[in-house]
């Protein structure tokens, strides 16, 4: 084989890998099977130069070039080794033979904890099986045993290398061995410092305590391993005997030889900082100091690294009982005041610290690294592993799992968070075999040895093509995904919310259960009970998520005006979507939608009954955006595709209502939750209104035209009044409306009445069709001689009775006329019409205002219901909407001839216009309009409450505290309730209000 073919395998320098294999006394051309296996591996010239090194300190260098060509798993595990790792080729090239540690079938699988004890404990002369074993330093000469330790470790570390490079070990397990391998070594260690010093040995039993990777068992190539110590006296102590310096110097000395260079090079530094006190702190301490410790002076960060400990040395007894003592405080302290946020700064401290021009290559700590997935796993462990002893696991991966199953992450965001953690610590195990040295920065691209070192673990990884940019592109891939989501789990607001529960509040059980209802205000507390119980139970996922949301709603539904009722809807809505995936998601990953959907159906029955007949709507909680007024536009345009969808015209006006029950829904929650105020509420409700009787509109035509056999002989136009009129329609008011109709050139009047009349009763009749939607009245009664006057009029109709027989009242209706459905052109005619009639030449006369003077005191004396309080009564009552209202109409009636900046529909635009002009006092404009928004916001919440409409506030205390409630009166400090709060602003307002009109009605 040439140099050239060599070169075209993947050999960097073909002439070179010629003269090595010469040199072996290798032919190439005899041994594809090893060339290609040297080609396939991370460096295939680094590779070639370790097995030449290799053979050239073999004694028989045929017998493992014959293993090599017989045994493809040994050929595969070496060149991938040789290929992958200068410090394991520099350990073969130390111990030769140790090649032998890679066939057979010892090199194919995992070794047991306890056998990797057994062994290294057998390395260093020690009895495994013995509670406090000790090394036989005799054995070893002068040397001690420690550098016969170091090369049995790394023999071992080999074997596993050549197991994870070919894909037989996946990360998991490679992180739990090597834990495992830094366990045994630590117990070997003890060893020989037990045998270095019997005296200590015999003063005190000492437990090995593994923290940070180590005690998760996922532990690196090269890391520091963190450990504590715990000691007691021995049994037998000398009476002497300092069992604690005893401790410390056996601790120590056990510390120094793992970190000891010589030949074998250094293994790993212990780490005992994460101490109590810290570096300032006792090495050892008994267990009751620790305990003490943890109970008095223990900081947030140091339960946090508690999550992983775990024993791993020394006195198995007395280690058991350090986590029996421990866990108990690890497990309870997201209860601590501001757990969460110092959980969470610690972490930004770490971002901070981080050197910018390496922040980009820290797999470890920088942003998108391995601590925003260690972060994030382990602050949602210790939040909810208060009360899920699923969830108590030192190991990332575990608890991943675990979180996922038991709903508190996502199937997919746990799925990606695995993949992109698997990921990240490849890539730093296999940076970390290079040398075995600790690191955790990616090469620097812009070297040239940057590049080679890139390359090198790109192709360890898989990328043979591209392997620099295909890595790059996958590790700049990684770390936006792992930091989109540590963004979402770590910063979950639901974090807070559960961590501040109190301990017993986590998890409900049936004795405490009742006793807690009752004391968060729930009326019936057994009820309540009851709807938990069918919430939580059984093993579902969505048993699961519950049980983690509902101690954490319950304290927000006690916070709405009926926790109650808010529950019983939860519930309902809760069967109603049922395993639908995404809303137990919503709930559990934004907490704002749980929280605003216990204060909606804690709050007001009319959203809870528009949520029960479709569920699916609670997704619009998620984002204010998402509660605003869509507009009208796009609510035409679906109205339409709604038309053209259905062939029946009662499915398609079905759909239209579900359409603005949907948007009722979007209203009243931007209502409650204070997203949106008076006046656009008012404007929503009217848009909706004015798309759903025009599609109906047209719906009606195309019936009535397939009755007749061809289209109706007339024009429609629908002409709102009143509140619809003037866009200040509330969740109660019927739709005031006259219908205006004017044949078609041609048309005999008669068949073009009659056609119009099919018309409106085939509009009312499809908007009245029994349906769970709210209902749509269409209110004719202001038309022309009222209800005694026909339905509907042609336009010359309407233009004959105004000049005719219109009286002052019909001219204050129209003045709140507009058109709202049907023929556009029709509709800006009849405004044309009714302009002079609403705003007559000159002005009303006396004798008009005087008549709608005795009107309005008529109205007062004879509408507003027996046994009201005038003081509470929204519509009618002094100072309430009426008394607004009024105001503005007669002052448009009088003077809108000549400004025209008072032809307007809208009450407030009224009242701001003869403020502009002059003709009202600014601050008398200010006392009505204040008036006018509460009470318009009262009756609206009376109906949003209730789930019907009422124009009184209730007498009832019950009620009205509801009532207050939705409307954000909260308790204040002196002790007023906000029923009281909500009584004396309405009262002063309105009696406000009162004064100003009676001085600007009445020119009193």
Same mark, same amino acid.
């Given at each position: 084989?040439?140099?050239?073919?060599?070169?075209?395998?993947?050999?960097?320098?073909?002439?070179?890998?010629?003269?090595?294999?010469?040199?072996?006394?290798?032919?190439?051309?005899?041994?594809?099977?090893?060339?290609?296996?040297?080609?396939?591996?991370?460096?295939?010239?680094?590779?070639?130069?370790?097995?030449?090194?290799?053979?050239?300190?073999?004694?028989?260098?045929?017998?493992?070039?014959?293993?090599?060509?017989?045994?493809?798993?040994?050929?595969?595990?070496?060149?991938?080794?040789?290929?992958?790792?200068?410090?394991?080729?520099?350990?073969?090239?130390?111990?030769?033979?140790?090649?032998?540690?890679?066939?057979?079938?010892?090199?194919?699988?995992?070794?047991?904890?306890?056998?990797?004890?057994?062994?290294?404990?057998?390395?260093?002369?020690?009895?495994?099986?013995?509670?406090?074993?000790?090394?036989?330093?005799?054995?070893?000469?002068?040397?001690?045993?420690?550098?016969?330790?170091?090369?049995?470790?790394?023999?071992?570390?080999?074997?596993?290398?050549?197991?994870?490079?070919?894909?037989?070990?996946?990360?998991?397990?490679?992180?739990?061995?090597?834990?495992?391998?830094?366990?045994?070594?630590?117990?070997?260690?003890?060893?020989?410092?037990?045998?270095?010093?019997?005296?200590?040995?015999?003063?005190?039993?000492?437990?090995?305590?593994?923290?940070?990777?180590?005690?998760?068992?996922?532990?690196?190539?090269?890391?520091?391993?963190?450990?504590?110590?715990?000691?007691?006296?021995?049994?037998?102590?000398?009476?002497?005997?300092?069992?604690?310096?005893?401790?410390?110097?056996?601790?120590?000395?056990?510390?120094?030889?793992?970190?000891?260079?010589?030949?074998?090079?250094?293994?790993?530094?212990?780490?005992?900082?994460?101490?109590?006190?810290?570096?300032?702190?006792?090495?050892?301490?008994?267990?009751?100091?620790?305990?003490?410790?943890?109970?008095?002076?223990?900081?947030?960060?140091?339960?946090?690294?508690?999550?992983?400990?775990?024993?791993?040395?020394?006195?198995?007894?007395?280690?058991?009982?350090?986590?029996?003592?421990?866990?108990?405080?690890?497990?309870?302290?997201?209860?601590?005041?501001?757990?969460?946020?110092?959980?969470?700064?610690?972490?930004?401290?770490?971002?901070?610290?981080?050197?910018?021009?390496?922040?980009?290559?820290?797999?470890?700590?920088?942003?998108?690294?391995?601590?925003?997935?260690?972060?994030?796993?382990?602050?949602?462990?210790?939040?909810?592993?208060?009360?899920?002893?699923?969830?108590?696991?030192?190991?990332?991966?575990?608890?991943?799992?675990?979180?996922?199953?038991?709903?508190?992450?996502?199937?997919?965001?746990?799925?990606?968070?695995?993949?992109?953690?698997?990921?990240?610590?490849?890539?730093?195990?296999?940076?970390?075999?290079?040398?075995?040295?600790?690191?955790?920065?990616?090469?620097?691209?812009?070297?040239?040895?940057?590049?080679?070192?890139?390359?090198?673990?790109?192709?360890?990884?898989?990328?043979?093509?591209?392997?620099?940019?295909?890595?790059?592109?996958?590790?700049?891939?990684?770390?936006?995904?792992?930091?989109?989501?540590?963004?979402?789990?770590?910063?979950?607001?639901?974090?807070?919310?559960?961590?501040?529960?109190?301990?017993?509040?986590?998890?409900?059980?049936?004795?405490?259960?009742?006793?807690?209802?009752?004391?968060?205000?729930?009326?019936?507390?057994?009820?309540?009970?009851?709807?938990?119980?069918?919430?939580?139970?059984?093993?579902?996922?969505?048993?699961?998520?519950?049980?983690?949301?509902?101690?954490?709603?319950?304290?927000?539904?006690?916070?709405?005006?009926?926790?109650?009722?808010?529950?019983?809807?939860?519930?309902?809505?809760?069967?109603?979507?049922?395993?639908?995936?995404?809303?137990?998601?919503?709930?559990?990953?934004?907490?704002?939608?749980?929280?605003?959907?216990?204060?909606?159906?804690?709050?007001?029955?009319?959203?809870?009954?528009?949520?029960?007949?479709?569920?699916?709507?609670?997704?619009?909680?998620?984002?204010?955006?998402?509660?605003?007024?869509?507009?009208? /536009? =796009?609510?035409? !345009?679906?109205? %339409?595709?709604?038309?053209?969808? #259905? +062939?029946?015209?009662?499915? @398609?006006?079905? &759909? *239209?209502?579900?359409?603005?029950?949907?948007?009722?829904?979007?209203?009243?929650?931007?209502?409650?939750?204070?997203?949106?105020?008076?006046?656009?509420?008012?404007?929503?409700?009217?848009?909706?209104?004015?798309?759903?009787?025009?599609?109906?509109?047209?719906?009606?035509?195309?019936?009535?035209?397939?009755?007749?056999?061809?289209?109706?002989?007339?024009?429609?136009?629908?002409?709102?009044?009143?509140?619809?009129?003037?866009? /200040? =329609?509330?969740? !109660?008011?019927? %739709?005031?409306?006259?219908?205006? #109709? +004017?044949?078609?050139?041609? @048309?005999?009047? &008669? *068949?073009?009445?009659?056609?119009?009349?099919?018309?409106?009763?085939?509009?009312?009749?499809?908007?009245?069709?029994?349906?769970?939607?709210?209902?749509?009245?269409?209110?004719?009664?202001?038309?022309?001689?009222?209800?005694?006057?026909?339905?509907?009029?042609?336009?010359?109709?309407?233009?004959?009775?105004?000049?005719?027989?219109?009286?002052?009242?019909?001219?204050?209706?129209?003045?709140?006329?507009?058109?709202?459905?049907?023929?556009?052109?029709?509709?800006?005619?009849?405004?044309?019409?009714?302009?002079?009639?609403?705003?007559?030449?000159?002005?009303?006369?006396?004798?008009?205002?005087?008549?709608?003077?005795?009107?309005?005191?008529?109205?007062?004396?004879?509408?507003?219901?027996?046994?009201?309080?005038?003081?509470?009564?929204?519509?009618?009552?002094?100072?309430?909407?009426?008394?607004?209202?009024?105001?503005?109409?007669?002052?448009?009636?009088?003077?809108?001839?000549?400004?025209?900046?008072?032809?307007?529909?809208?009450?407030?635009?009224?009242?701001?216009?003869?403020?502009?002009?002059?003709?009202?006092?600014?601050?008398?404009?200010?006392?009505?309009?204040?008036?006018?928004?509460?009470?318009?916001?009262?009756?609206?919440?009376?109906?949003?409450?209730?789930?019907?409409?009422?124009?009184?506030?209730?007498?009832?205390?019950?009620?009205?505290?509801?009532?207050?409630?939705?409307?954000?009166?909260?308790?204040?400090?002196?002790?007023?309730?906000?029923?009281?709060?909500?009584?004396?602003?309405?009262?002063?307002?309105?009696?406000?209000?009162?004064?100003?009109?009676?001085?600007?009605?009445?020119?009193?």
């Amino acid at each position: 084989m040439t140099a050239g073919a060599l070169a075209r395998q993947g050999f960097g320098d073909g002439a070179r890998a010629l003269r090595l294999f010469s040199g072996a006394g290798i032919d190439p051309g005899e041994h594809p099977e090893l060339v290609g296996a040297l080609c396939a591996s991370a460096d295939p010239d680094q590779a070639l130069t370790g097995l030449t090194r290799i053979a050239e300190h073999l004694p028989e260098q045929a017998e493992l070039l014959d293993a090599l060509a017989a045994d493809p798993d040994l050929r595969a595990r070496l060149t991938a080794v040789l290929g992958a790792s200068i410090a394991l080729t520099d350990h073969l090239v130390r111990h030769p033979g140790d090649w032998r540690e890679l066939c057979g079938p010892d090199a194919a699988r995992a070794p047991s904890p306890s056998e990797l004890r057994a062994g290294l404990l057998h390395t260093v002369g020690a009895d495994p099986n013995s509670a406090a074993p000790a090394a036989d330093l005799e054995a070893f000469g002068s040397e001690g045993p420690a550098p016969a330790l170091r090369a049995a470790y790394h023999r071992r570390v080999l074997r596993l290398a050549g197991r994870d490079l070919t894909g037989a070990a996946d990360v998991a397990e490679v992180g739990a061995e090597l834990a495992d391998l830094a366990a045994a070594t630590l117990d070997a260690a003890l060893a020989i410092a037990r045998a270095e010093a019997p005296e200590d040995a015999a003063a005190c039993r000492i437990a090995v305590i593994g923290m940070g990777k180590c005690g998760g068992r996922e532990l690196n190539y090269v890391s520091d391993v963190d450990v504590v110590f715990v000691a007691e006296p021995a049994e037998d102590a000398p009476e002497d005997a300092d069992p604690m310096a005893s401790a410390t110097r056996l601790a120590s000395r056990m510390m120094a030889i793992p970190a000891d260079t010589d030949g074998e090079g250094t293994l790993w530094e212990v780490d005992p900082a994460l101490r109590p006190e810290g570096r300032n702190g006792p090495l050892v301490r008994p267990l009751a100091g620790h305990v003490a410790y943890y109970e008095r002076w223990a900081k947030t960060w140091e339960f946090q690294a508690l999550l992983k400990a775990r024993p791993i040395a020394g006195d198995a007894g007395l280690g058991a009982a350090y986590a029996e003592a421990i866990a108990p405080m690890v497990w309870s302290a997201a209860g601590r005041p501001n757990f969460v946020d110092d959980v969470q700064a610690m972490r930004r401290r770490v971002i901070a610290h981080i050197p910018a021009a390496e922040a980009a290559r820290e797999l470890k700590l920088g942003p998108g690294g391995l601590r925003d997935i260690e972060f994030s796993v382990q602050l949602l462990q210790l939040v909810h592993g208060r009360a899920d002893e699923t969830l108590r696991s030192g190991n990332t991966l575990a608890a991943l799992e675990a979180l996922s199953a038991g709903g508190y992450v996502g199937r997919a965001d746990a799925s990606g968070l695995a993949s992109s953690y698997r990921f990240l610590r490849d890539v730093e195990h296999l940076l970390q075999m290079h040398r075995l040295r600790r690191t955790h920065l990616l090469p620097d691209g812009r070297t040239e040895a940057g590049q080679a070192a890139l390359r090198r673990l790109g192709r360890a990884l898989g990328h043979t093509a591209n392997p620099v940019s295909d890595l790059t592109a996958a590790w700049k891939r990684t770390a936006s995904e792992v930091r989109r989501l540590h963004e979402k789990l770590f910063y979950r607001p639901l974090l807070n919310a559960v961590a501040r529960l109190p301990e017993d509040g986590v998890r409900l059980t049936a004795e405490q259960a009742e006793q807690r209802l009752e004391a968060l205000g729930f009326a019936d507390p057994r009820g309540a009970l009851r709807h938990l119980e069918s919430l939580t139970a059984g093993v579902s996922r969505r048993a699961a998520i519950q049980r983690t949301l509902l101690p954490v709603m319950l304290g927000w539904f006690s916070d709405a005006p009926r926790p109650d009722a808010g529950l019983l809807g939860f519930r309902q809505v809760s069967e109603a979507l049922g395993t639908t995936p995404w809303y137990l998601r919503l709930l559990r990953d934004d907490v704002r939608v749980a929280e605003r959907m216990a204060w909606l159906l804690g709050t007001s029955r009319y959203a809870t009954d528009l949520l029960l007949r479709a569920p699916e709507a609670v997704a619009i909680l998620d984002d204010d955006a998402d509660l605003e007024q869509r507009p009208t /536009e =796009l609510l035409q !345009a679906e109205a %339409a595709a709604a038309l053209r969808r #259905h +062939d029946s015209m009662e499915t @398609a006006v079905a &759909a *239209v209502r579900a359409l603005r029950r949907r948007e009722l829904f979007r209203t009243a929650a931007a209502d409650l939750l204070e997203v949106s105020g008076i006046d656009t509420v008012g404007h929503a409700l009217t848009a909706i209104a004015r798309v759903t009787i025009d599609a109906a509109l047209q719906a009606a035509g195309r019936v009535v035209a397939e009755e007749l056999g061809e289209e109706p002989h007339t024009r429609m136009a629908v002409i709102g009044m009143g509140r619809f009129g003037g866009r /200040e =329609l509330t969740y !109660a008011s019927d %739709a005031d409306v006259m219908f205006v #109709h +004017d044949p078609v050139p041609g @048309a005999d009047p &008669a *068949v073009a009445g009659r056609h119009a009349e099919m018309l409106v009763r085939e509009l009312r009749r499809l908007l009245e069709m029994p349906a769970a939607d709210p209902p749509l009245a269409v209110d004719a009664d202001l038309r022309p001689e009222g209800r005694s006057g026909p339905l509907v009029r042609t336009f010359d109709s309407y233009a004959a009775y105004y000049r005719r027989w219109a009286s002052a009242w019909e001219w204050q209706a129209l003045l709140r006329a507009e058109p709202v459905a049907g023929d556009a052109e029709l509709g800006e005619r009849f405004i044309e019409l009714v302009d002079p009639v609403r705003y007559p030449k000159d002005g009303v006369g006396d004798a008009e205002v005087l008549e709608i003077r005795r009107l309005k005191a008529r109205m007062e004396a004879e509408r507003l219901p027996r046994g009201a309080d005038p003081t509470l009564h929204t519509k009618l009552g002094r100072g309430g909407l009426s008394d607004v209202e009024w105001v503005a109409q007669l002052l448009q009636l009088r003077h809108a001839h000549r400004i025209p900046a008072l032809r307007t529909t809208g009450t407030l635009p009224a009242l701001q216009a003869a403020v502009d002009e002059g003709l009202l006092d600014a601050e008398d404009c200010g006392t009505l309009e204040v008036a006018w928004r509460l009470a318009a916001r009262v009756r609206g919440a009376i109906m949003l409450v209730r789930g019907r409409g009422g124009d009184a506030i209730p007498t009832d205390t019950r009620e009205v505290a509801a009532l207050a409630g939705a409307l954000g009166y909260r308790s204040e400090e002196d002790g007023e309730g906000p029923a009281a709060q909500l009584l004396q602003d309405y009262r002063q307002a309105t009696r406000r209000a009162r004064t100003v009109m009676e001085r600007a009605f009445y020119d009193d």
